[in-house]
Each structure stands twice: as structure tokens, then as C-alpha cells.
């Protein structure tokens, strides 16, 4: 079994099944989050980046190359 390294980012991918997704889907999509609620907390504290950037905006619309960090993880959005 893997164990991340503490501290360790790790790659998760999402595929676009339409022109984009939303960031709070994203974030549900991943298994980041459980709940949009979860996902709307998060953001809105400020713990979540799109492309390094502090996103507040859980509406957000991310298309393929984008990509989220939250919690030592890396989310890459894909065609």
C-alpha cells in the first residue's frame, strides 16, 4: 500500500464530460469534499487555489488545464 510522504502533493485528474465544471462540483467530484456545503465552507475560507490563485468563487468555471489545490492535494482538470 502507498503512503504519501508528509507534506507530499498528490495528482488527481477530472474529466470533462462537458465545456466545463464548477469549481464546488469539482472539489464533490474529487472526493474532496463530501458535501457542497463542505466544499462552499472551504472555499469561501479561503483554502482553495485555482491555477495559485486564492479562489472565493464556488460558481467558478474551470475548463480543461486548470487545475485546484486544497489540503496537499492537486486536482487537474482534462478534456
Do not use: C, S, W
Not at 472539489?27 to 469534499?33: I, S
Not at 475560507?45 to 474551470?62: F, H, S, W
Amino acid at each position: 500500500m502507498y503512503l504519501p510522504i508528509e507534506g507530499e502533493k498528490k495528482m488527481l485528474t477530472i474529466k470533462l464530460k462537458e465545456e466545463y465544471i464548477k469549481l464546488g462540483q469539482a472539489l464533490k467530484a474529487a472526493g474532496l469534499v463530501d458535501t457542497g456545503a463542505e466544499a462552499k465552507f472551504a472555499i469561501q475560507d479561503g483554502q482553495v487555489k485555482v491555477n495559485a490563485e486564492t479562489e472565493y468563487q464556488r460558481g467558478k468555471k474551470l475548463h480543461a488545464g486548470d487545475q485546484i489545490f486544497y489540503q496537499n492535494e492537486t486536482i487537474e482538470i482534462t478534456e
